[in-house]
């Protein structure tokens, strides 16, 4: 985790910074509104810059996201 560089685009146009994320940033509604390429890319250094040090699966606190892999088009 500590030196992964991915983020992935799930199937319905939304970035995660890590498979693990409960959270997403969504690119398809910048693309379908017209944004421009730079409001795309701060989204893309946004999602980024919120990826945490790692996954924390061991943690008693880890929440398993709703959504498998093989669900966002990994």
Do not use: W, Y
């Not at 690119?27 to 017209?34: P, T, V, W």
């Amino acid at each position: 985790c500590g030196s992964c560089n991915r983020f992935r685009l799930t199937s319905e146009g939304r970035l995660r910074n890590c498979l693990f994320s409960l959270d997403e940033t969504d690119i398809r509604g910048i693309l379908r509104s017209g944004g421009t390429d730079e409001q795309i890319a701060q989204a893309m250094l946004s999602c980024i810059a919120a990826k945490g040090p790692g996954h924390q699966i061991n943690s008693a606190d880890f929440v398993q996201p709703n959504r498998p892999m093989h669900s966002i088009g990994g």
